[in-house]
């Protein structure tokens, strides 16, 4: 049995909850305090089986809203630190489209097709969700993308567990191809990786064009004070992460044209969320904003950032962190970078 502290809808996979257990707990009632830090996850994912069912219970259902719905036998997609890839269309809207337009005459041909999982649009590494990457020679395929065809069906042929999908024109001529498959990719747990997936095009078995797409994944990050104008504080991020990140103290400094210090400094008073998968933000909650007014301060043209912030770290809780200091959020390292050389401003 297990203690949770909330269930939160996923961020990433469609129709998926996130359960955070906080113990572990046995048959004589002795608690085991999960964490970071040691590899009770492997106890996790023995106790929480993929595929099998487990019961949530609440303490109170009632409390702060009707949560009875929360109860009751759920499914449980995976457990621990999973490390298997993912795809998940990023819109189930509208089917993916891949069509042919025969360049002689007017003849086009449209197959639609879908992933039809009940419990979400998805395709996992994992072979016990039944959408396996299955390895040929050194390139994992990716079986059963579209497991139904709503269009075409002459055309286009779903994948197996072996094969991928393939869509089949038989009428000779030029043709022009056209796909809509939007999909994301994603490696929880992960540090970095970098693959690819491409369009391939066959006539008789030979491969006649290809058009690759790449994609990258770094579990690391830099944070930078990325700007500052009226009040308003800019950070950047080098590149998504899976959590957010929290501020709640940044500094800059107003200066005059020789780089003193000729005028007030304003500083950020409430926690800024920076949202995961974003590569900027702002935050507007300020003590004394610095405005920009040549008419006013003729001679306060320059700013300065202080070399400190504070940020959230899910390790350890707030710190203060320095230019090229790193602090952990989630499974992510992220460094702080801040440029405190005097710059212009007005």
């Given amino acids: 049995m297990a203690l949770f502290t909330q269930i939160e809808e996923s961020r990433y996979l469609p129709t998926r909850n996130n359960v955070s257990i906080k113990y572990l707990v046995d048959e004589f009632g002795g608690l085991t305090e999960l964490n970071q830090r040691n590899r009770h996850w492997v106890e996790i994912q023995n106790t929480f089986v993929a595929s099998e069912i487990s019961n949530i219970s609440l303490f109170d259902n009632k409390k702060f809203s009707n949560q009875k719905f929360t109860d009751g036998d759920k499914l449980i ?109 994603e ?28 994609f990258t994944y770094s579990n690391s990050a830099i944070l930078s004070f990325a700007n500052y104008y009226d009040g308003i504080f800019v950070f950047g991020l080098s590149s998504p992460i899976a959590n957010d990140i929290q501020i709640s103290f940044a500094r800059v400094q107003q200066l005059n044209s020789s780089c003193n210090a000729d005028g007030p400094s304003d500083t950020l008073r409430e926690t800024t969320i920076l949202p995961a998968g974003d590569t900027s933000v702002e935050s507007v909650a300020s003590y004394n904003p610095i405005l920009c007014d040549y008419v006013l301060y003729p001679n306060r043209t320059k700013r300065q950032f202080q070399n400190t912030i504070r940020v959230y770290d899910t390790n350890v809780g707030w710190v203060y962190k320095s230019n090229g200091e790193t602090f952990t959020v989630g499974t992510a390292t992220i460094t702080v970078s801040i440029d405190t050389s005097c710059q212009a401003y007005c």
């Fill in 187 to 214: 490696y929880p747990g992960v540090t970095s990786v970098s693959s690819s997936w491409a369009l391939q095009v066959f006539k008789n078995g030979t491969l006649l064009y290809e058009d690759p797409y790449t």
């Fill in 77 to 185: 997609f995976d457990s621990g630190y999973f490390y298997s890839p993912i795809l998940y269309f990023a819109s189930c809207s509208v089917d993916p489209e891949l069509s042919f337009l025969n360049l002689n005459s007017s003849n086009a041909y449209l197959g639609k097709a879908i992933n039809s999982l009940s419990t979400g649009s998805y395709i996992s590494g994992s072979s016990i969700l039944g959408y396996p990457l299955v390895a040929s020679g050194s390139v994992k395929v990716v079986s059963k993308l579209f497991d139904q065809v709503t269009q075409g069906s002459t055309y286009l042929t779903p994948g197996t567990t072996a094969l991928p999908p393939t869509y089949s024109v038989q009428e000779t001529g030029n043709h022009k191809i056209q796909v809509s498959v939007p999909f994301t990719i």
